[in-house]
């Protein structure tokens, strides 16, 4: 079972974006968060943070395990449920250097707290009803937002946009089951509890709305960009050479030490018209245990991977494959990969099969064809992939879909007179489909799908 699934741990985040910073924030949700918070921090007036009842700000320090200097911290605690994930929250919002917030990391850690998966904050909203689906999905559309008119549409969905005539829907369809069954329960009677003509209108009358639904989404669906394209191999095999040979420009840092893309970096070109986001990522560790800022990199580059629509793979034509590479190699990624051989102008070793596309960032050779084969790709790759928005109408959009084309059998049931007990099976039918769109019905497999695509923090 996933993790996701057990909020009665105590979870911990850096919840403020990668890289050094004026300020940092680690976040914390759970249960234990204030027995805590007792071991990790210093209030500066000597607030018992125990006796705190409401949500408060109090200035104190951290109390790192590594450090002697404590670090000056404002301490943020929602104590009580009245938190985005209703469990005892805090944040620790302290400067924000990197080994700074790792160290308190690894404190709060150490103190009985283990690290939070992606999206698991919001999941725990979720849980806790504080969000629908599509607000939980909107949370990482706003996020992700990369303009004006994406921000826009994610506010909107966040806002209960989809949500608040789905809910009304669902209202009047639970009130019509209501009268139906009600039916059927004094059939012998003849007692009847709603005619075919209101049945029939009330029926026409919730389908019209869905269809008037899909229409806004699929105009939503519009304003889907592009693909996301995340590059991805061994450090050092010519990753951000790559990504520049690309972009024409010098967008990825380039260096002879490996491991320099420590986090990620994304920069957009236009194929063809095709709007393509590539993603450089950090490198693939070979050493065993990953520590530190590495293990971090690592995890950003594993969800960068999740979150792509395309991979390209890269492989140092110069020596031969490690074992990692093999093992990739063996197996089937989810999403559509390119394997790119890089370093072509040097006489390689390395033979890959026909498939494999053979590069030199440094002549530029096989960049064209390269090119050629991420804009194909982009029509093969299922578009809604990669885009929060478009990703949530896709999912909705079955659903709906499913629940007009019940409610349209319910109608031809209602004028073939065939019997209410059909009409209930299609309203039932229709009501689970609707459900699933807000979240009142789910599986732990639509929730994975859902929040492993969150960043971690969120
Ligand atoms: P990354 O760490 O995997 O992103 O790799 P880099 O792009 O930083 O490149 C690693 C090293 O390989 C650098 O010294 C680059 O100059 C060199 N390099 C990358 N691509 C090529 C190439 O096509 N030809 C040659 N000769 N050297 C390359």
């Known amino acids: 079972m996933s993790r996701l699934y057990h909020p009665d741990d105590t979870i911990v985040a850096i919840a403020s974006p990668p890289g050094g910073a004026y300020r940092g924030v680690v976040r914390l949700s759970g249960p234990t968060v204030v027995t805590l918070l007792r071991e990790v921090f210093d209030s500066q007036a000597g607030t018992q943070i125990d006796q705190v009842r409401c949500a408060s700000v109090i200035p104190g320090y951290l109390r790192l395990r590594q450090w002697d200097a404590d670090p000056p911290c404002d301490l943020y605690l929602w104590p009580g449920t009245s938190s985005y994930t209703r469990q005892p929250t805090a944040e ?3 400067v924000g250097s990197p080994a700074l917030l790792e160290a308190a990391l690894e404190t709060v850690c150490g103190a009985g707290a283990r690290l939070a998966e992606p999206g698991e904050f919001t999941m725990r909203a979720f849980l806790a009803g504080r969000l629908d689906l599509t607000q939980a999905e909107a949370v990482m559309a706003v996020i992700d937002a990369s303009g004006p008119q994406q921000l826009d549409t994610a506010l909107q969905q966040l806002a209960g946009g989809l949500t608040l005539p789905l809910t009304e829907l669902r209202e009047n369809l639970l ?3 209501a009268r139906l069954e009600a039916g059927l329960d004094f059939v012998e009677e003849d007692i009847e509890f709603i005619g075919a003509a209101e049945l029939e209108s009330q029926l026409k009358l919730s389908a019209d709305r869905i269809q008037e639904t899909l229409l806004q989404m699929e105009s939503r669906l519009q304003t889907v960009e592009g693909i996301r394209v995340v590059l ?7 990753k951000s050479s790559l990504l520049n040979a690309i972009a024409g420009k010098t967008a990825a840092i380039v260096s ?24 450089d990522t950090a490198g693939v560790e070979m050493a065993n245990p990953v520590r530190g800022t590495a293990a971090a990199a690592q995890q950003v580059t594993s969800q960068q991977r999740r979150r792509a629509n395309l991979q390209i793979f890269c492989i140092d034509s110069t020596r031969p494959l490690n074992a ?5 190699l063996s197996s089937q990624p989810p999403e559509p990969r390119l394997l790119v051989l890089t370093k072509c102008d040097y006489p390689n070793v390395l033979q ?23 804009y194909r790709s982009a029509f093969l790759v299922d578009d809604s992939l990669g885009n929060v928005v478009a990703t949530t109408a896709a999912r909705c959009h079955k659903s709906l879909t499913a629940a007009h084309e019940s409610l349209a059998r319910a109608m031809l ?14 309203v039932r039918f229709a009501l689970d489909e609707l459900g699933k769109v807000v979240g009142a019905v789910y599986t732990e497999d639509v929730l994975d799908r859902i929040f492993s695509r969150f960043c971690i923090g969120k």
């Open 413 to 426: 049931e209602v004028q073939g007179a065939t019997g209410e007990e059909l009409v209930a099976t299609e």
């Open 232 to 238: 991805v191999g061994a450090p050092n095999v010519g």
């Open 324 to 328: 990692w590479e093999r093992g990739e």
């Open 92 to 94: 620790l919002h302290t």
């Open 256 to 279: 002879e030490a490996p491991g320099t893309t420590r986090d990620y970096i994304t920069c957009r070109v236009d194929i063809d018209g095709v709007a393509c986001e590539l993603v």
């Open 352 to 374: 890959l099969g026909k498939d494999a596309i053979r590069t030199s960032s440094r002549t530029g050779s096989g960049v064209k064809e390269l090119l050629l084969a991420i």
């Open 175 to 177: 009130n019509l089951l």
